[in-house]
């Protein structure tokens, strides 16, 4: 079952067609790795029917890679120029992954590395053992391949001078705290940051502080939506399954499980102060004096549970062509189900009914 249950709706809708009924709206893109090619699927599909007004993008991790993508294509060339810049990011990353050389084989691949496999005493162990290593034992030169990926996809000049406003969240190791960096401060060391999972890279250091992933403290941030001069609406992409059909028992797929849970933790946080929010305005419950300070969010989501629930964590790092474009096509099926049944939603009400969990 999926956490954003749709509202009850009096009336069908449809979306508007073409450029003119274009509305106003913000993007919140979750960070999931490799799976962020279903955003990418989700974003052609958007951008391909032209009915939104993408007018802010906030994102962590994978997704911000994405929203820089975004906004650098919109900027420069429109939406095509925005689906050119996104099908760019996700070749120039299929061509860094490590797992090309010999050409596309995730056909042979997932022939020859059958699930039991992963769940043998050995393989376990040799995942411990991974686990315990440092990147900067096992990375001294703190080699990154996705460095030339955003030198090679993202138009940063673009990004930082465009009216569409970008929030891209990374974590602050010595502070533990939240950074949002904003677009006149996005360059590709922020991607980076954002995107820096501590097993795998060292901590990409800004004005002297060392950043990991965003994802563990905002995944994506939605409060810089809040406070901004920005659209009412927020359409969520999401990465990470909310919700399964049964409990783990293997020790990968607890791992797994444990893994979607912290990643989710952050957006499940403003998720429930959103929806209590919405119910204090509602139900008219908020003095004169606040009702001017705070807004009521009107929220839509795409989320992968339902077209990504069949994955492992492990396909997060699957960077083959074939399984990339079989995430996007994953992610265009998604969209289009939503601008049939949501997407005339936006401006008026929420599609989504947050109330129903947090409320």
């Not at 890279?201 to 965003?214: R, S």
């Not at 009412?232 to 409990?247: G, V, W, Y």
């Not at 952050?266 to 998720?271: G, M």
């Not at 807004?295 to 699957?318: C, P, Q, T, V, Y």
Request: charged share 25%.
């Amino acid at each position: 079952m999926a956490l954003f249950k749709r509202k009850p709706r009096t009336e069908a809708r449809a979306p508007e067609k073409g450029a003119p009924g274009r509305r106003p709206i913000c993007l919140a893109l979750q960070g999931g790795g490799a799976h962020g090619a279903f955003q990418w699927g989700v974003l052609d599909r958007l951008l391909e029917a032209d009915v939104l007004d993408i007018r802010a993008v906030t994102a962590a991790s994978a997704g911000a890679m994405n929203g820089a993508a975004l906004v650098s294509g919109l900027t420069t060339g429109g939406a095509e120029g925005a689906r050119a810049a996104l099908d760019r990011l996700w070749r120039e990353t299929n061509q860094s992954g490590g797992k090309n050389v010999f050409g596309d084989s995730s056909i042979w691949s997932n022939v020859l590395t059958p699930g039991w496999l992963k769940d043998t005493p050995i393989w376990r162990a040799g995942e411990t053992l991974a686990m315990s290593m440092s990147p900067y034992e096992f990375n001294p030169f703190n080699l990154n391949p996705l460095d030339r990926v955003l030198k090679a996809s993202i138009d940063f000049e673009a990004v930082q001078t465009s009216e569409i406003k970008l929030f891209v969240a990374a974590t602050a190791v010595r502070h533990a705290k939240s950074r949002v960096f904003r677009s006149g401060e996005i360059t590709d060391q922020v991607l980076l940051a954002s995107a820096c999972l501590p097993h795998l890279f060292q901590a990409v250091e800004i004005e002297g502080e060392p950043y990991w992933d965003g994802g563990y403290l905002a995944n994506p941030p939605l409060w810089p939506l809040f406070y901004e001069d920005t659209p009412d609406d927020i359409l969520l992409i999401t990465l990470n399954a909310f919700e399964r059909s049964e409990a783990p028992k293997a020790a990968g797929d607890i791992m797994d499980r444990l893994n979607e849970v912290v990643f989710n933790a952050p957006l499940v946080s403003e998720l429930r102060a959103v929806a209590f929010v919405q119910e204090l305005i509602q139900e008219g419950r908020l003095v004169p004096a606040a009702r001017e300070r705070y807004r009521n969010i009107l929220m839509h989501a795409i989320e992968a549970d339902g077209w990504l629930g069949d994955l492992s964590l492990g396909s997060k790092f699957n960077t083959e062509w074939t399984f990339l474009n079989d995430l996007k096509a994953r992610g265009r099926a998604a969209a289009d189900e939503w601008l049939g049944s949501c997407s005339g939603d936006v401006g008026e009400r929420s599609s989504v009914d947050l109330q129903a969990r947090f409320g």
